[in-house]
């Protein structure tokens, strides 16, 4: 079970904290994200290519 979020540090379970200090860092990396923006856009326009 989660802890209050106001819970006293020293009050905390273990696994909390390790689970807080591993999620710091955004969740993916805005170049991460640009690039499948732009895979999937490769790809529409290959698939549209040949449809055509």
């Known amino acids: ?8 540090p020293a009050d ?3 696994r ?3 689970l807080g200090r591993r999620s ?3 969740a993916a990396s805005p170049w991460l994200v640009i690039g ?4 999937i856009a490769a790809a529409v326009y290959v698939i549209s290519a ?3």
């Not at 079970?1 to 006293?8: C, G, L, S």
């Not at 499948?36 to 895979?39: G, K, Q, R, T, V």
Request: aromatic share 0%; charged share 40%.
């Open 1 to 8: 079970m989660a802890d209050p979020r106001d819970t006293d």
């Open 12 to 14: 905390r379970d273990p």
């Open 16 to 18: 909390e904290r390790d």
């Open 24 to 26: 710091g860092g955004p």
């Open 36 to 39: 499948m923006i732009a895979l």
């Open 50 to 52: 040949i449809t055509v």
